[in-house]
């Protein structure tokens, strides 16, 4: 079995962050996105993946290869974005001879049992019950509780279960036939060619397609939701710092995720709060709020805040979205 891991998008909705850090590689609760999906995986079974990488590849290829380096990867370009099926086509001739197939996307994070997903007889797909559905892939379900049609984005949603991003296909030919047919024949929807429709001509063809209900569902997309879903992981056993060293007239509010060498002076940080390695925060109050690598905190009351790797903030209480690499000076 091989897993697809697409990570080629620019994540837009959280710029300037992702200007220059990759949305798979933001820290939650102290771990990348992207570290959470293969992990889920290897514990499933899984050591074979292709990574589809394009905007900061090369980023996310380096903490790959250090990171994991007994797993068998393959780094495969996508130059210009034109979906997710496109996307998956690109790297199809490393994955056409694989009996099964995960697909997972690689900015979300779900809960599921994976090894009763990954050993099922059928192919399936994560799904979860959504207010708005017309902002996501939708599936209609016939009365045998099997997948009848797919729609990406619909105008008049006619189902409120909504696809998460993780795909379990035991058809592997047939679903390189069907995106090969949607590409070749320009079939898109809202401009793009999404996996969506590609399984929706799978369906057509008699394929089975099983629903499997996610537990949680994190589409790290979004800054509200990145700070949701890190204060949810803080909140579990495994994630949150047990053992920190003294900080001087300081207060540790738990739980929290304090990387290595950081100097914490005459603060307050916590709780639900995830800061990088080698990072300062000086007579500030931190909360709910995700800090970066290398990064500079003084006197500053942050909260509901992301803050990139080498960024520096004094003096003013706001909620910010930072990019790596700024520097912003309020004193003055």
């Excluded at 837009?12 to 889920?40: C, E, W």
């Excluded at 994991?68 to 099926?85: C, E, H, L, M, W």
């Excluded at 590409?183 to 590609?198: K, Y």
Aim: hydrophobic fraction near 40%; aromatic fraction near 8%; include cysteine.
């Amino acid at each position: 079995m091989k897993a697809i891991i697409p990570v080629a998008g620019a994540g837009t909705r959280l710029r300037p962050l992702t200007y220059t850090q990759p949305k798979p590689l933001i820290p939650v609760a102290g771990k990348p996105i992207i570290s959470f999906i293969i992990d889920q995986l290897r514990e499933a079974g899984v050591e074979d993946f292709v990574f589809i990488i394009g905007y900061l590849g090369e980023k996310i290829q380096n903490y790959v290869e250090q990171t994991y380096p007994d797993i068998k990867k393959t780094f495969v370009n996508q130059d210009i974005r034109q979906g997710s099926a496109h996307a998956i086509w690109i790297a199809r001739e490393h994955f056409r001879e694989a009996e099964e197939l995960i697909i997972y996307f690689g900015d979300v994070i779900i809960d599921v049992d994976f090894k009763t997903v990954v050993s099922s007889e059928c192919s399936c797909l994560g799904v979860k019950k959504v207010n708005k559905p017309w902002e996501y892939g939708i599936v209609e379900l016939d009365k045998k509780k099997t997948i009848k049609r797919l729609v990406e984005k619909p105008k008049i949603p006619k189902s409120e279960l909504a696809m998460v991003g993780f795909y379990k296909i035991r058809e592997v030919s047939m679903l390189i036939d069907a995106l090969d047919f949607n590409i070749v024949n320009n079939i898109r929807s809202n401009g793009e060619f999404p996996l969506t429709d590609a399984l929706m001509r799978m369906v057509e063809r008699g394929v089975k397609l099983l629903p499997v209900v996610v537990d949680n569902w994190f589409n790290c997309g979004k800054k509200e939701v990145l700070l949701e879903t890190n204060a949810n992981f803080l909140d579990r056993e495994g994630y949150a710092s047990q053992e920190l060293p003294s900080f001087d007239n300081s207060i540790i509010i738990h739980p929290v995720s304090i990387g290595e060498n950081c100097e914490i002076e005459n603060s307050i940080v916590g709780p639900h709060v995830t800061i990088g390695n080698d990072t300062r925060i000086l007579n500030a109050i931190v909360r709910d709020s995700i800090i970066g690598n290398f990064a500079s905190i003084k006197e500053v009351i942050l909260q509901k805040s992301v803050v990139g790797n080498d960024a520096a903030i004094t003096g003013v209480r706001q909620s910010l979205n930072i990019g790596d690499n700024t520097e912003i000076d309020f004193s003055s």
